[in-house]
């Protein structure tokens, strides 16, 4: 590890935004169960007060509310603990301490509507009714029979999280890149380049990406970087190298690495920032939410009832199905462009 690296690692990290602190998507909230929200936080601690569910859990939930502004900026924070006191994941939709707040000092910060226009985003992308239905869809994609991806990106064979095998290549070359000759050659056969990777790989601990830390997040930079140079080709475009490498360090740490899809991107309105450190900053934040995890957790029920006497193999990983469920309702927009 370089000196510089060693250095931002036990530097002090930043503390990074939260849902609570912003507007709610309120009629997707509606759309997904969550009730009639409210517009002044007044009302949203009245909606808390009804919500059924244990003494003590109201205690806590109260207690974690009452720090909220009050007025229509104070809504979100008041429905944050509402929500998470309704679906027993408090922790999940509030912002106790821990590393999962901080990011590095020196990364970008997440614009203030970024994370708000992804999280309406991604709510459109799992729902399960609608003309386009998050089953119907995840059923195709995660079909044994069928010619997508699936879980296999990840399954095809599970080799071991301190290596970089030619299955991995393989792998990737399922979602639709390319690792030519030369880059293959400096990520297999051993030699400097192969130690380097290696190295790196190492020093990243098997976390989800909702957990993950600004010491996570450097050491992910680090990977993906390194990645990235052993890709490079002279004749190779830069989008070229980032996709697969973002493809390729998803599949060593399937539960971390966003897949950073250009087509999700676009769809995230992510790709004007063109920075990962952006990218992983708002997919962590997602992973928070309990009304992105529940909308997931019904979107995989969903599919198993749609592939009726299918056989599916469906990621086990929140962050992998929310990967696919993303790509497979943007793709309909890039086709349309």
């Not at 944050?80 to 027993?88: E, I, P, T």
């Not at 190295?199 to 680090?222: H, Y």
């Not at 004749?235 to 950073?260: E, G, H, I, M, N």
Request: charged letters at 25%; glycine letters at 6%.
């Amino acid at each position: 590890m370089s000196d510089h690296s060693k250095k931002a690692r036990t530097g002090r990290s930043r503390r990074a935004s939260h849902l609570s602190d912003m507007r709610v998507p309120h009629s997707l909230l509606t759309r997904h169960g969550l009730g009639d929200p409210p517009t002044h936080a007044g009302q949203a601690k009245r909606h808390l007060a009804q919500v059924t569910m244990s003494p003590d859990r109201h205690e806590e939930a109260g207690a974690r509310q009452a720090a909220c502004a009050d007025g229509p900026e104070g809504v979100g924070c008041v429905l944050v603990a509402a929500l998470g006191a309704a679906y027993g994941s408090i922790e999940a939709m509030t912002t106790p301490e821990g590393a999962w707040q901080e990011t590095p000092d020196q990364w970008a910060q997440v614009p203030g509507d970024a994370l708000e226009r992804a999280i309406t985003k991604t709510l459109e992308a799992l729902e399960v009714g609608g003309t386009d239905p998050v089953g119907t869809r995840l059923a195709k994609y995660y079909d044994r029979a069928g010619n997508f991806a699936g879980a296999t990106f990840v399954e095809l064979p599970h080799s071991n999280p301190a290596d970089i095998t030619a299955a991995d290549l393989h792998a990737v070359s399922l979602l639709s890149v390319n690792v030519g000759p030369g880059a293959t050659r400096r990520i297999l056969e051993p030699g400097q380049a192969r130690s380097a990777l290696l190295d790196k790989l190492s020093a990243i601990r098997e976390v989800e990406l909702r957990d993950a830390g600004a010491d996570d997040f450097l050491a992910m930079a680090e990977l993906y970087e390194e990645v990235k140079a052993r890709l490079a080709e002279p004749t190779a475009a830069a989008s070229d190298r980032w996709v697969t490498a973002s493809k390729l360090c998803a599949r060593k740490r399937p539960y971390l690495f966003p897949v950073r899809d250009s087509v999700v991107r676009d769809y995230l309105e992510l790709t004007r920032y063109r920075n990962y450190q952006i990218d992983w900053q708002v997919f962590r934040a997602m992973l928070r939410e309990t009304v992105i995890l529940r909308a997931s957790d019904r979107a995989v029920a969903a599919a198993h009832e749609a592939a009726g006497d299918r056989s599916l193999a469906v990621d086990r990983g929140r962050l992998r199905v929310l990967d696919a469920a993303l790509w497979t309702y943007a793709r309909k927009f890039a086709r349309r462009a």
